[in-house]
């Protein structure tokens, strides 16, 4: 089992940055690959970006491709998504997740999630 706890969401506005933490706890963190995905009202859950176990790899949404930075401390169990260039439509519940395997865009194929980090962002 692997818990995660996402935090660091907030309002800002348009434009802004925020920095999304995602602490794990459990089995050891640096076996999984992660994922940051996030879910608008009234809109399906959604990748955002993900990074390999290493931190070697990562790879991103093209909505948030050059907004965004993922990255991990392995040593601290954590995950980061740095989020620059905010816009209201990037308004959402933002969550992180955990496979044991290579990033993938698809949400089904991640086991553990974690509660999520409302993000919203005022134009």
């Known amino acids: 089992q692997v818990q995660l706890v996402e935090s660091g969401g907030g309002l800002v506005q348009a434009g802004g940055s925020l920095r999304l933490s995602c602490a794990a706890s459990g089995r050891t963190f640096s076996n999984y690959d992660m994922g940051w995905f996030r879910q608008a009202p009234g809109k399906e859950r959604e990748f955002v970006g993900g990074?390999?176990?290493?931190?070697?790899?990562?790879n991103y949404a093209d909505s948030v491709k050059g907004r965004f930075t993922i990255s991990r401390d392995n040593a601290k169990n954590t995950v980061y998504l740095q989020m620059n260039s905010l816009k209201a439509e990037d308004t959402a519940v933002y969550y992180c997740a955990a496979r044991f395997g290579k990033v993938t865009s698809i949400r089904n194929e991640y086991a553990y999630w974690g509660q999520g980090t409302q993000v919203t962002v005022s134009s």
């Open positions: 990074i390999s176990w290493s931190g070697a790899n990562t």
